[in-house]
């Protein structure tokens, strides 16, 4: 990944990191998803990463995501 990126969000669960990734959508900041998950045993992480200068705000609207 690009050093301008940063992880803002990683989780175990897939549809989790995609319903990040849209929250971030819809609010005008472009994300990606980084699947790091083994693809037989689903084990291991998923990460949403911004851009450096969204890093904040992408934050604050996925503080409240897991609830």
Known sequence: MDENWKE?????????????KQVLDEN??????????DSSYLFGEVSVYVE???VEAAR????DIEQ
Do not use: D
């Open 8 to 20: 803002v969000y990683s989780t175990s669960k897939p549809w989790q990191a995609e319903m990040a």
């Open 28 to 37: 005008g900041i472009s994300a990606v998803i980084i699947n790091r998950q």
């Open 52 to 54: 450096m200068n969204f």
């Open 60 to 63: 604050e609207l996925l503080k």
